[in-house]
């Protein structure tokens, strides 16, 4: 069975790999290397049940003592990695974790930027999280036709979501994919923290404080990130919500 599913892997990604769509964060205001920024890229992963450490670069190197290690793992424990270095299963709805340092600044933000490249299936936007955070931003870069959607078509994507979280120290994201047939080929996180005055009604990072943040508040209480503590108790409980309504109401 193995090698059967290799073979149709093989097939599904014998595609164009080398689409350039990825990008630096220039754009978003930093550069890599920069202090207070962290970079992180995967390419070729080596194991299906993970961690898979970073293997086409990482900033700073080595990482200061007590940063968490960056990794990508696939949940389920259902993957294997292809001739080519990715992640897939053609029986399987796969779910990833990806766990990667950022400069902690007490009262700051961390901006944090995601870039995946899948095919076949590719990211369920309902699902992606960063600390309980749903992204502010989301922006696709690429994207080529590799057959019709059944299990040896679909398409390549590269794409990239912005984060906004607190400058916690470090991130991390969850997502699963759309179907079966989801194959992850790369991925890319740069962070840049920075001091600021925290807007905690903005849950959901986007600059303003609309509706929209409650949905950001019951994620994040769901799943008991950061975004949570409205009251500043270090404690995410449902006193938080009665908070989230009065931070909500006096706006920023």
Known sequence: MKTLAASIAFALLAGPSLAQGFTTPDSFGWSRGVAGSTFFSWDDFTTATGPNAPDAGQFPTPLPAGWVSPSVTETTGTAFVTSTGNLY????????????????????????LLQTRTQGREVDHATLFCNG???AEY????????????ILGGDLVDALWRFEVPADGAITITFTGTDLSMSLDRVEIDTFSEAGTACVADVNGDGAVTPADFSAWVAAFNTQAPGCDQNGDGACSPADFS??????????
């Open 243 to 252: 908070a989230w309504v009065s931070n909500f109401n006096a706006g920023c």
């Open 139 to 150: 922006v696709e870069l690429y994207r080529f036709t590799l057959g019709p959607k059944d």
């Open 89 to 112: 299963s053609f029986t399987t709805q796969l779910a990833f974790e990806i766990v990667a340092p950022a400069e902690p600044i007490e009262g700051g933000t961390t901006t944090v």
């Open 133 to 135: 955070i749903a992204p």
